[in-house]
């Protein structure tokens, strides 16, 4: 089974950026390059929400509330997948949420990063 660890959250000022790192261990290189991989967040009150994603064959999605804004990425030799924020908003405020799909429809969670963006 695989198991997943989100960092990089903190306190940022609007406007400012942070990267989010996501580990994934119990699986192989070759095995994580072929998992679906994406970001979501929750923030109170609000249901979670995919906010970017990446295929195997490594095509992007990205919600439009955080389009060019955030950029996700995936490096499948070490089984890291990040997500650069850039420009934050308060709106961007939640704990966010890797999340690792196989191919067989079983995923993987962490326990979340939280993400405060305020002045």
């Known amino acids: 089974q695989v198991q997943i660890v989100e960092s990089g959250g903190g306190l940022v000022q609007p406007g400012g950026s942070l990267r989010l790192s996501c580990a994934a261990s119990?699986?192989?290189?070759?095995?994580?390059?072929?998992?679906?991989k994406g970001w979501y967040r929750q923030a109170p009150g609000k249901q979670r929400e995919l906010v970017a994603g990446?295929?195997?064959?490594?095509?992007?999605y990205y919600a439009d509330s955080v389009k060019d804004r955030f950029t996700i990425s995936a490096d499948n030799n070490n089984n890291m997948l990040y997500l650069q924020m850039n420009s934050l908003k308060p709106d961007d405020t939640a704990v966010y949420y890797c999340n690792i799909r196989s191919g067989a429809g079983a995923d993987y969670w962490g326990k979340g990063t939280l993400v405060t963006v305020s002045s």
């Open positions: 990446i295929s195997t064959v490594g095509s992007t």
């Open positions: 119990g699986a192989s290189g070759s095995i994580f390059r072929i998992y679906g």
